[in-house]
């Protein structure tokens, strides 16, 4: 399958530490590719770079097949790149429909946006004047998806999404992801905690201070040898 976003040989840096170090990896559309890694690994640096959001010291980023070294964020963005970070991003401070009602400038109506986001998040629609500040947890990461969907992105860059979330939401939460790639939007999801993704995974690589140092489907076997690269994961 032709990668829809694909990093090449990438290196990347935080003035003069080097934190990637010739990053090889790519997602192709309807795939979800797991980076799994300890703390400090880089992960978070390399979703940054896919998403435009911190720049190449060296190598490419492609999208498409294109070239997209050193083009602006929200030039990504328009392209379909869509990044979720660490900590879910939304207005805690507004309502869970004034949250959705921000996506308009996507081009899409707001009856439409809160559509996508009820139908696939049934709990959304019944706390749509909920300030999303008071509600769980789980149910402000589920807005964040929602938020992230209402571009209609063919790239879903995922970090830590389990984050502080029981078990249980994250399984559901990670079915809909399951779901969203196999609608044909390639996905890239950043775990510490392999067992909260690997499921619904078709390829894993594990990142240990900075490279790649195993990737392939998450099998028995690739299981195994994760267990031996790094600590912190039930498995």
């Known amino acids: 399958m032709m990668p829809i976003v694909e990093l090449r040989g990438v290196r990347a840096a935080y003035d003069e530490i080097t934190v990637l170090h010739g990053i090889d990896l790519s997602v192709a559309a309807g795939q979800v590719v797991a980076l799994l890694g300890p703390n400090g690994a880089g992960k978070t640096t390399l979703l940054k770079v896919a998403a435009g959001v911190h720049p190449v010291s060296s190598g490419h980023l492609m999208l498409g097949g294109r070239d997209v070294t050193g083009v602006a964020l929200r030039d990504l963005a328009r ?28 081009g899409r109506k707001r009856e439409e946006i809160e559509e996508i986001a009820f139908s696939r998040f049934p709990i959304l629609g ?21 938020r992230g969907l209402a571009t209609d992105p063919a790239v879903l860059l995922l970090d830590e999404l389990s984050m502080g979330l029981a078990p249980l939401i994250v399984g559901e939460l990670y079915e809909q992801v399951a779901e969203i790639a196999r ?35 998450p099998d028995g076997g690739f299981r195994t040898e994760l267990a031996n690269l790094y600590l912190g994961s039930s498995i």
């Open 79 to 106: 392209a379909g790149v869509c990044l979720i970070p660490e900590g879910r991003g939304v207005f805690p401070n507004l309502s869970v429909r004034e949250n959705l009602q921000m996506m308009t400038y996507t």
């Open 183 to 217: 609608q044909g939007v390639a996905v890239l999801v950043v775990e510490q905690f392999a067992s909260a993704v690997l499921d619904i995974a078709d390829h894993a690589a594990v990142m240990v201070r900075g490279r790649i140092q195993q990737q392939g489907h």
């Open 126 to 146: 019944k706390r749509a004047s909920q300030t999303a500040g008071t509600m769980s947890g789980g149910e402000q990461q589920m807005l964040a998806l929602a």
